[in-house]
């Protein structure tokens, strides 16, 4: 099919159809089968995504929203010949900051660190923190309904939004929410595009709400010899009115692929009034030995404990290597994303470790203890067609051991292609199935044409 339209439209520096390129945004880390797009867009604005989206309409194609393709669950890879991969990433600016009513107006394709870096100079931050903050973008998280390691206090993506610029299937641009913390104007259309995965239209700017930097800050690292003595750590700080930013952990697996001794391990982080560090450090102390553990390193302020947290961050990273070693090229590692009630936690975590081992699937894990988030990582060989079919199985598995516990198959990285039958799974367990056509009615009013990101979300009988 012939480009020469759209690259009339939009300039032919911003629309690229060279092979070598369309391989690199086929797809997201953890998708091993997709198909080639027929061009990817740089937008620089909302005028070009407009224009991006009424040639997709007149011509029957389709349209992926891609940022720095940093998601694990499918949801950036392309599964249709006849895809326009749209890239935000240089749709990087900020606009407006404001030290008084605290929140930024962005372009989506900023990367996450370097808004906080912009933002640390007014004494303020965007507190959605992925481990991949570094190159993860503020619209990605938000399409994705993106968490983090500061989700202990502050909560998903969904807490952090204002308002919304997007462009919706019928070519129009519409702005959502407000300025305001405090927006009740008839439904509230702002949150179905946060988590919807760029299956509703194409974000071009938001407005984020942002909180103060701590003025203070203490962390420990800890170890335990078993996951409950872990939990109990955190839940004893909960009980004790210890409000946590950040409470991770790794299983003693992960703990020493990440370079550390093989325990189970955890960090906990407080932000605290100036002058109370040492009577905060030692309460923390306290908890984390209380429950059974063995405090390796402390931290006094955010900068140290932020070095600290840096193997945790390697949780997916960490097994690439073995992966590769192990299967070379055809090395494929995916990440579950489930969460349970807090109180669950050390059940659902022995329920997937025999599981894992059951399957005879290699298997980590780590994750968010501070919100019952838990992120198994399995690698599988992709030419190994039984391996293949058990990584698949023991994926959803874990789903099905959330569920039965009281919690969810996708926390914070969406359905994407991996989760589409554990979402079925989801509502069937719940005892709404009905919840399933109500989306896709959703997205028929969004989406009229069916341009935005096809196959994701909905299970493929849907």
Known sequence: MSLAELKR????????????????????????????????????????????VNYAVENK???TQVFHSTSLSGNAATVDRRTIVLSSERMNKIFE???????????????????????MGYGLQWPVDPASSKTASVGGAIVNGGGGMRGAKYGPASHWVLALEVVIGTGERIRLGCRTLKCREGYDLLHLFVGSE??????????????????????????YGDPASLARAVVEARRRRMWLMVAEFMDDLGSEFVGLERRYTL???IDVVEGSEGAVLARLREVAEAAGGRVTAE?????????????????????VKRAVEAYGG??????????????????????????????????????????GNIHPVLWFDRTDEAGKKRAVELYRYFGSIALELGGTVSAEHGIGLHKRDMLKMSVEKRGSPPVLRLMEGIKKVFDPYGVFNP???FPPSQ
């Open 455 to 457: 196959g994701k979300i």
């Open 97 to 119: 900051v404001s030290d008084v009513d605290w929140l930024a107006v962005v372009q989506p394709g900023i990367k996450i660190d370097e808004l906080n870096l912009e933002l």
């Open 61 to 63: 194609l389709f349209i």
């Open 330 to 371: 055809n090395a494929v590692i995916w990440m579950g994303d489930v969460a349970v009630p807090l109180s669950r936690l050390p059940e659902a975590l022995l329920a997937m470790r025999r599981a894992a081992e059951k399957f005879g699937v290699p298997t980590i894990f780590g994750g968010h203890v501070g919100d």
């Open 267 to 269: 960090w906990m982080g």
């Open 9 to 52: 439209r939009l300039g032919e520096e911003k629309v690229v159809d060279d092979v070598d390129i369309l391989k690199i945004y086929a797809r997201d880390p953890a998708t091993f089968d997709y198909e080639l797009p027929l061009a990817v867009v740089y937008a620089e604005s909302a005028e070009d995504v407009v224009a991006a």
């Open 198 to 223: 760029g299956t509703l239209g194409v974000v071009t700017e938001a407005t984020i709400r942002l909180a103060p930097l701590p003025e203070a800050f203490v962390g420990v690292v800890a170890q």
């Open 299 to 319: 931290a006094g302020d955010w900068r140290t404990f932020f070095k600290l947290l840096e193997p945790r961050r390697a949780l997916y990273p960490a097994p």
